[in-house]
Structures are given as structure tokens and as C-alpha cells.
């Protein structure tokens, strides 16, 4: 067992308090230590029980990255349709001023940190799939295991009152002595039976990918992503562990994200990172134009030369690098990025991808370079502002989260945020799984339909169905 020292903490919440009082408003303590190593998803597994729906989890490509938090002590939230971005940039930074920090508050991704996203379109008309989720929504977690190049630390947050007394730190330290304990008890998960799966309004979306395909000559419009969904009804509750235990075996290419909310839980295996900030630098990535991956080394070979190649996802990738590079450098000093894609293969899919490397501006924030992504062609389409206005015409689909920036920030302003794609919303004993693709002036609706087919594999197979 993990064992988690009384250090700092104990002042911290007297601190907290006595500052509470002063000021007449909650504070926060956030306490970090290092210690010896925990198996992410078995501490994410030991939530299950006390703190289910209030869990994220989140890993970098790399591995170099993991970050699991339970229980959450406040949330960060708007559910304004315009200024989303800095309404959730000025509560945050409100939060950290005044917060109590204690113990070795160093390593991006340790300390105060808020994990979460925002919808897609706040513009668009919300229906009862994403009921639970504001149009921007950060969890900040009771406790938090970060995973940093090698090291482990812990990270407990508690916010503090004005009516708290030393009784809160004793009331803490069993509380978390509780969970650690649980992290080494043994769980089994398994996947339900999947009793329907249904592929919603499929020639309907044919249709629509058709007449939007017709409308281009009447338009500016170069690109409009558009996406479907596909609903699964199990026999019993998905386990969520068995989930994401399937995508880090599976999909180690990909950023493993999963956020619980009141129930439901958002999860994927996105491909494609839309930015990450620490300190002054910036790193993104232009990711689109797609094509399976082969069966053999050589069927495998011939395929992605073939997208290299392929005029229709050249086309399209470049749409995607030259918005990234305009709003890099908009908001960062210096920009490079290779002159041709490269392939960026996953388990099911291969892409072109080219990686974009910035210095940030002085007083340019993570929030800021997310909110002048979001969407990039790659999601939305081209030009953005119209496309986006069509996708809300002509899809019947709520998008919420999918599509959308997810992931972390912390303190100091460092963080991650990849497109949540290949990726499904679980709700009990049913599961939305979603794909989009880009629709040029040249495409064929089922050609779209095949590759979108193609893109619910990751979670298909990661919530136990076969792969088609």
C-alpha cells in the first residue's frame, strides 16, 4: 500500500481557512507529493466505487504523459454560447491566485490542474444524448495520480471555508488513505453482450452527404466535415476499465481519454493532438485525408503511398495546414513545420499528418490558441465560420464533445488539448459511438460512408463488437 505522509497539507488547510475567513469565499489547497509508483487505470479503477462519474483519464501518445483524477471538488462551467473560452480562463485563473499551494509544485501536470472540454457548437440545438454536459465543462479533481517522465506524484486538492476547523485535514487524510488502499485490491471487468447496434438514419446521411456534394457549386464552401453515429445496446452496464484497458493495448498511437459526468462517460482514442503548451512552447498537428491499413506489409505499403499520392486528401490536408499555420502565427512568435505530410499510422487507419512547432507570444494562453483552433478543417471545414453554419443545418447529429477540444491545463498555464474523434459517449447500458469525414466537391456519399465505417473500428472493437 501507498502510503501518503501528513507534510504540508495540514497547514495548508489552516491557511486555507484562515484566509477564507479574510476574504469571505471558499479556498483551495492543493498539496503535491512524490512518491512510489501506481498503476494509472488501477487507481482509476479504485474510484469505481465511492467517486463513479467523477473520474478522467488521460494519456499521451508518447506514454510519457498520464494523468488520472477522482472525485471532484469543484467544477468549471459556462453554458454561454459565446465566450466560453475566456469565461473558463478567468474563473481559473481566479481559483489558482488565491489557492494555498504546498509541496513540490514543479512538474507540468502536477498541482491545481482542471481537466475537461468544450462542445463542438455551442450554436447548435441540444438534445437529451449530451444532457449532462455543459457547452464548456473542467473537473477539478479530489485527487489526482500524474504520471511525469518516469515519476509518479499525487496531487490533493481540498477547498477550504470559512465554517472548517483542523477536523477537515483528518477527514482528508483517511479519505485518501481509503482510496490508496483500494488501488491494490483486486477487480475483474469484463465486456457485456452487445444486444443491437443500430447505425442511425444511415441513408438519410447518404442523402445529405449527396445534396451537400450538389450545393458546392452554388457555395464557396471548399469543405464541410460531416459525421454520423452509431447507438449500442448491451446486455448489462459497460465497465468502463475493461474499456480503456482495451484502448491502451490497442491504441498506444493515440491520446486515451476518458471523462465521467454525472453518470455518462465521454471516451476515446483521438490520433490528433490540437495543441499543447508548456512554458512558451507550442506544439500542433495538421492531421487529415485517410485510407485503411492493409492486411499485409505490403498491402500496407501500396495504401498509404497511395494517400500520399491522392489528390482528393492532399487537397484536404492542405486546407488543414494552412489554417493551423494562419492561427499559429497569429498567436506565437516563431512557426516551422515540414514543407510535405508524412503517414501517421493507427491500428485501423492511416493518415497524413504534418507536426507544426511555435513560441508562444507573451501573454497568449493555452485557452486562447485552443479557442483559435477550434474547429480546424480537419472537423469543421472550409470556410470555417460557413462550414460550420452548414454542418448545424444539415446534421441531425448532437455533437456535444465529439469533435470538440479535450484535455488539461494546469497552474501554470501548461497543457495538452487533442480532437475528441474515435471516440463514443457511454450511458449505462448504451453507447453512442461517432465518425465524421470531409466532404469535398468531388466526393461520392459512399465512399464517405466506408470511410466513416472505418473510423468506429477503434471503439467498436474497444466496447467489445467485431471488427467489420
Known sequence: MVTIHDTELRQGIVTAIEKSKQLSQSIMVSEVQKIKGIDPLNFFAAGRNRFLGERFFWKDPSGDQVIVGIGVVKQVQSDQATGRFDRTEIEWKQLVKDAVTCGEQTKPGTGPAIFGGFAFDPLKKKTGLWS???????HIPKYMLSFIDGEFY????????????????????KDRQDLLGAVFQKQNFSYPSIVKMEEIKAEEWKKSVTSLVESFADSNLKKVVVA???????????????????????????????????????????????VKKEETRVLTTCLAGSIARGSTLEEDRLLGQNLLEDQKNLVEHQYVVDMIKEAMEETCEKVTLPDEPQLMKTKYIQHLYTPVIGQSREGTSLLDIVNRLHPTPALGGVPKDQAVTK?????????????????????????????????????????SLFAGCGVVADSEAESEYIETSIKFRPMLTALGGKRK
Open 391 to 431: 454542418i448545424r443545418e444539415i446534421e441531425e447529429l448532437d455533437r456535444g464533445f465529439y469533435a470538440a477540444p479535450i484535455g488539461w491545463q494546469d497552474a501554470q498555464g501548461n497543457g495538452e488539448f487533442a480532437v475528441a474523434i474515435r471516440s463514443a459517449l457511454i450511458q449505462g447500458k448504451e453507447a
Open 132 to 138: 449532462k454536459f455543459s457547452e464548456s465543462l473542467f
Open 228 to 274: 454520423r453515429e452509431l447507438r449500442l445496446q448491451f446486455e448489462n452496464t459497460v465497465q468502463v476499465e475493461k474499456v480503456l484497458t482495451h484502448l491502451l493495448e490497442e491504441q498506444k498511437e493515440s491520446f486515451i481519454f476518458a471523462f465521467e459526468v454525472n453518470g455518462d462517460c465521454f471516451i476515446g482514442a483521438s490520433p490528433e493532438r490540437l
Open 154 to 173: 499525487f496531487t490533493t486538492n481540498v477547498f477550504c471555508t470559512q465554517h472548517d476547523d483542523g477536523e477537515l485535514f483528518d477527514k482528508v487524510y
